[in-house]
């Protein structure tokens, strides 16, 4: 099993920036991608940032320019660097991870609990 910690979210002024940070331990082997979502209430699940296990980045057109995702290999620790915060950018945001299993080659897909922003204008 995987566990992933978040943290790092909060409440900021529109323009301002917050980083979060997810923990990962347990099975963290063959790990494919990590990445960040959101949700917004009464919205779905939304991509915000991924990064491959060779550290390829993509990210979703909103937020492309102002937020930057990274990785700690060392630390099993991927970060998302948010710049310039805007109102609309509120919502939950969750850790996810990727791992395909070395044996049957399933992918598996696992969450964090979800950390809150929220930006005031």
């Known amino acids: 099993q995987v566990q992933l910690v978040e943290s790092g979210g909060g409440l900021v002024q529109a323009g301002g920036s917050l980083r979060l940070s997810c923990a990962a331990s347990g099975s963290i082997f063959s790990i494919r991608t990590m990445g960040w979502y959101r949700q917004a209430p009464g919205k779905q699940r939304e991509l915000v940032a991924i990064?491959?296990?060779?550290?390829?980045?993509s990210y979703a057109d909103s937020v492309k320019g102002r937020f930057t995702i990274s990785r700690d290999n060392a630390k099993n620790t991927v970060y998302l660097q948010m710049n310039s915060l805007k109102p609309e950018d509120t919502a939950v945001y969750y850790c996810?991870?990727?791992?395909?299993?070395?044996?049957?080659?399933?992918?598996?897909?696992?969450w964090g609990q979800g950390t809150q922003v929220t930006v005031s204008s």
């Open positions: 990064i491959t296990s060779g550290s390829t980045t």
């Open positions: 996810n991870l990727e791992r395909r299993h070395p044996l049957t080659r399933l992918l598996y897909n696992y």
